[in-house]
């Protein structure tokens, strides 16, 4: 599968038979070992937290959402069901520096880059 950061899909998390829009955060890596994808999950309830990250007003939703980034996890790459709902970018690179406070890891931290460490 074909994943980009930012990306939104439609995901199946378990929660009472229903899909929720995730935010991909994994970089994009077509030989990844196992077949799963880092993601944090849209929210419409703002808390005004620096742990969450605006989205645009997407047309799938009643309301302004958030990438609630405190609720990062992976999921199987077959439970993600529609991809792309809102065009790309909404929000990866952003995440990925609300993580970087989260963590406590410096501004310039190589550790959520996205690209790939060279073998040592």
């Known amino acids: 599968m074909n994943l980009q950061p930012g990306e939104i899909w439609l995901a199946d998390l378990g ?14 890596d077509p ?3 196992r077949a799963l994808a880092i993601y944090v999950p849209l929210t419409t309830q703002n808390r005004n937290s620096p742990y969450e990250v605006a989205i645009p007003k997407l047309g799938f939703l009643n309301a302004i959402s958030v990438a609630n980034v405190q609720g990062i996890a992976s999921i199987p790459m077959i439970r993600l069901e529609i991809r792309n709902i809102a065009g790309n970018g909404h929000g990866g690179d952003q ?3 609300v993580l970087r406070f989260e963590f406590a890891l410096p501004p310039d931290s190589r550790c959520l880059s996205s690209h790939r460490p060279k073998p040592t």
């Open 95 to 97: 995440a990925r520096s």
């Open 15 to 28: 929660l009472a038979a229903k899909t929720r829009p995730v935010v991909i955060i994994s970089r994009h």
């Open 31 to 33: 030989d990844a070992p």
